[in-house]
């Protein structure tokens, strides 16, 4: 059973920056992706980024150029940095992995808080 340990977040003005971090953990398979989600009142979940093992790497058209995916298979780690933030970033940002057997199978952080706000 893979675990996902979140950090980061909180609260940023606009214009500013901040950094999630999601650990892996548990895997005894090789973590095919991970990734970021994020939920807003109201709004459907969406899929902010996420890197493949490989290291291709897509990104929700709203964050490109002001957000970076990046990873760290030896530590099984993603981390996100977010600049340049707006309001409309505002979120519970999930990190999500993927493991590929057999089977297709799809963990999820907790989540952790992001707001924006002047």
């Known amino acids: 059973q893979v675990q996902l340990l979140e950090s980061g977040g909180g609260l940023a003005r606009p214009g500013g920056s901040l950094s999630l971090s999601c650990t892996a953990t548990?895997?005894?398979?090789?973590?095919?992706?991970l990734g970021w989600y994020r939920q807003a009142p109201g709004k459907k979940r969406e899929l902010v980024a996420h890197?493949?093992?490989?290291?291709?790497?897509n990104y929700l058209d709203e964050v490109k150029g002001r957000f970076t995916i990046r990873r760290d298979n030896a530590k099984n780690t993603v981390y996100l940095q977010m600049n340049d933030l707006r309001s409309d970033d505002t979120a519970v940002y999930y990190c999500?992995?993927?493991?590929?057997?057999?089977?297709?199978?799809?963990?999820w952080g907790q989540g952790t808080q992001v707001t924006v706000s002047s």
């Open positions: 999500t992995a993927v493991v590929i057997t057999k089977y297709r199978d799809e963990y």
């Open positions: 548990g895997s005894t398979d090789p973590i095919y992706s």
């Open positions: 890197i493949t093992s490989g290291f291709s790497i």
